[in-house]
């Protein structure tokens, strides 16, 4: 080292200032090493880095609420980073390698990437709260024909309208739907004002708004409802998103193994 680091003395060796700031630093430097190689460790088994999620649904309630806290538990030491984004900016994400997954309405497409089938969610109607309707614990499509529809061009905005027109357009007809380019928060917003009602995912309820009621969508069939699938790139070596799409068919087996 070019310094003497002890000094022998009638009494035994001693350490010199020099040599006690060397003997602080190396412990610091083993400390810093051994915490660095079970950081590493961790990572490599999935239990601490982190997870990039992309989506466009709400978080106030519903299973992707639920499947994140979940994981959280699971894995306190891994950083869930979350981007909302429409449809297209999230796909985008997955092939720029800037997200781990996405989790988006509808069924899995043919992609050059993997999918898995999800939940579904039921469909509601958002109401003002002094609408006719409002008294019922149902509500038929066939009693909201005449209803003027307001929808958000955001997604899930255009899937939605998709499953509005299926049930309610007819040659002839269709329903009144006035679009904007809001967010769903504020679609909810002008609904309590009295402009109108609303169709949204389940998962949107969770969140209270003045003058807002929320009853359920049915046809003859039953509910109407629309589904989930998350999409992830195969190449994708995370092992923060290995556990994440492990919980996913924990929790939905049924549906992540095609029964």
Excluded at 78 to 93: N, P
Excluded at 119 to 138: D, Q, T, Y
Excluded at 160 to 174: S, T, V, Y
Excluded at 229 to 242: C, F, I, M, S, V
Aim: charge should be neutral; aromatic fraction near 6%; charged fraction near 25%.
């Amino acid at each position: 080292l070019g310094v003497k680091v002890f000094e022998r003395t009638s009494g035994g060796v001693r350490l010199t200032t020099a040599g006690a700031e060397v003997l602080r630093t190396s412990r610091h430097l083993v400390e810093t090493v051994d915490h660095m190689a079970a950081t590493a460790k961790d990572m490599g088994k999935g239990e601490s880095g982190q997870l990039t999620i992309g989506f466009y649904t709400s978080l106030s309630a519903g299973n992707l609420r639920a499947s994140l806290m979940e994981y959280a538990a699971r894995f306190p030491k891994v950083d869930i980073q979350t981007i909302e984004g429409t449809r297209r900016s999230l796909f985008a994400g997955l092939e720029r390698g800037t997200l781990d997954v996405a989790i988006v309405t509808g069924e899995p497409t043919a992609r050059n990437m993997k999918a898995m089938p999800l939940w579904s969610e039921r469909v509601m109607v958002a109401l003002p709260e002094g609408h006719r309707l409002a008294s019922n614990n149902i509500v038929y499509w066939t009693d909201l024909k005449d209803e003027t529809f307001l929808l958000s061009q955001r997604d899930p905005g255009p899937e939605i309208q998709d499953i509005l027109l299926a049930k309610l357009a007819a040659p002839g007809e269709r329903p009144k739907v006035i679009s904007h380019d809001i967010s769903r928060e504020n679609i909810k917003s002008l609904v309590g004002a009295g402009f109108g009602v609303s169709l949204m995912c389940e998962a949107c309820i969770g969140a209270s708004y003045v003058g807002v009621v929320y009853r359920e969508a049915r046809d003859g069939n039953g509910p109407s409802r629309i589904s989930y699938a998350a999409y992830w790139q195969g190449d994708n070596d995370n092992p923060a998103l290995a556990h994440f799409l492990k919980l996913l068919e924990e929790r939905y087996p049924l549906l992540s193994n095609g029964d």
